[in-house]
């Protein structure tokens, strides 16, 4: 079905409110401050879409960069710190080698020859560099929804640590990410293997319900510190450049 310029709209709307996404930010922000110095470190957002991974990685004091083969039609988070937004596909990146000291890229590998992607990533960051990177889990979470977002594949741990691995990085971390609403998101997959009806619910903006589903993922955020959830929605992999 391919990830239509359509779809990239939409998404760029529903992030600002939707329950998944500001606990994943929160996630991969405590993931960079734990593994990485301070200091004047470029960033580049791989698959950046309306740019609010961009522009939170500026506000935490990174100069960063946005890349995705849609550039155009959707307003743009920025902040002064933000250097800008590229056109570019993450297979083919325009940027020199060890451009970046740190590259995060959220939910783009299922989309592209992954393999290909994961190391035009590592060949713009220089050795001890950091990647983070976030992938849909479990293949036979398989629905409409991944048809409809032009998903290519779901991932198991062992096949993304072997990618990552492969392409020269070595794992710090990987862990799985909406654990406390996993039952519920088997269950809407399960309903929405064939049509559309289950992706669209999980796409309104249902108020308290948000809110809560909001908060469930916020507390595991927090406790996933600490705690080895066994089981979620999605994959969050940190990984550090070999040389």
Known sequence: MGFTKERFLNLGKIQKWHFWFKPREEMVISLLRKHLISGNLSALDVGCGAGQITARLAKEGYRSTGIDIFVDGNKRETHPNTAGFVLGNATKLPFREGSFDLVV??????????????KEIAQVLPVDGIGVFSVPAFQWLWSYRDESAGHLRRYSKSDLIEKAEKAGFSVLDIRYYQFFLFPLIMITRMLGRKNKVWRDREEQNLGLLNLLL??????????????????GSSLVITCRKLK
């Open 214 to 231: 909001y908060y469930l993922n916020s507390l595991e955020v927090q406790l996933g510190k600490w705690i080895p959830f066994p089981w």
């Open 105 to 118: 890229s959220l939910d783009m590998l299922e989309h592209v020859y992954d393999e290909l992607a994961l």
